[in-house]
């Protein structure tokens, strides 16, 4: 497959295309997918005014244009630079976890022509991951014209609805690779890919348990210390 055919292919052949790019490894072709489509889907959250609404210069505050235009130079900075180094530590979290969870590494696959292709590698799958992000151009197009236009519980809603059925079809993109470049089952390369997710959520409520225990120690504290009310 060329660049064209895979960007078709990740669309309407999935796992043909999926397990084309582990086997190729294109890096420069996923991170220019995974730029172009960052770019588009800020840029334009940025200027319906979902990610960040513009400030508005009031009485006393001149500094909007120029703090517009500073947020704007981030979120292109971001998108550029900043989102393949994230990505590539995605990557990087999900070889380690298809190892540990018994993935075949650097495995290779012998091709009637003679040819052998190695898989299980964190560059095919780096390929794959940053290929997978197409789909979400469509929740770029879409979403932030619902918020923004339709108005009301019901845009907002409706917005919410097509970003979750985006957010299940790129996991179903990356579940694929890792499952075509690992050989794992199907129960553990979801595993590979909800995980760190799972882990987060995890370390987010014992971290919310923990600094809601020490608040709670100083508050009483405090309320101890506090002279008594004549």
Avoid at 75 to 101: D, K, M, Q, T, W
Avoid at 201 to 210: C, D, G, N, P, R
């Amino acid at each position: 497959m060329n660049f064209f055919e895979r960007i078709y292919g990740v669309f309407f052949q999935p796992r043909e295309t999926m397990a084309d790019i582990v086997r190729k490894k294109p890096v420069w072709e996923g991170i220019i997918v995974l730029i172009i489509v960052s770019l588009l889907s800020s840029v334009l959250a940025f200027k319906v005014g979902i990610s960040g609404q513009p400030i508005q210069p009031g009485p006393g505050f001149s500094h909007a244009p120029r703090l517009n235009n500073l947020f704007f130079g981030f979120i292109v900075f971001g998108s550029i630079f900043l989102n393949p180094i994230l990505y590539f530590i995605y990557a990087a979290i999900y070889h380690f976890l298809a190892e540990v969870l018994g993935g075949e590494m650097y495995w290779r696959e012998e091709k009637e022509e003679g040819e052998a292709v190695v898989l299980g590698t964190a560059k095919g799958l780096y390929s794959a991951v940053c290929f997978a992000v197409l789909p979400s151009i469509f929740s770029a197009l879409i979403s932030p014209f619902l918020m923004k236009f339709m108005g009301g519980i019901g845009g907002v809603l409706l917005g919410i609805t097509v970003s979750l059925g985006i957010f299940i079809w790129i996991a179903f993109l990356n579940i694929l690779a890792i499952k075509e470049n690992y050989k794992l089952s199907t129960g553990n390369a979801v595993l590979v890919f909800f995980m760190p997710v799972i882990v987060g959520i995890v370390i987010a409520i014992l971290m919310a348990i923990f600094l809601g225990s020490v608040f709670a120690g100083v508050f009483s504290e405090m309320m101890r210390s506090m002279p008594p009310i004549q």
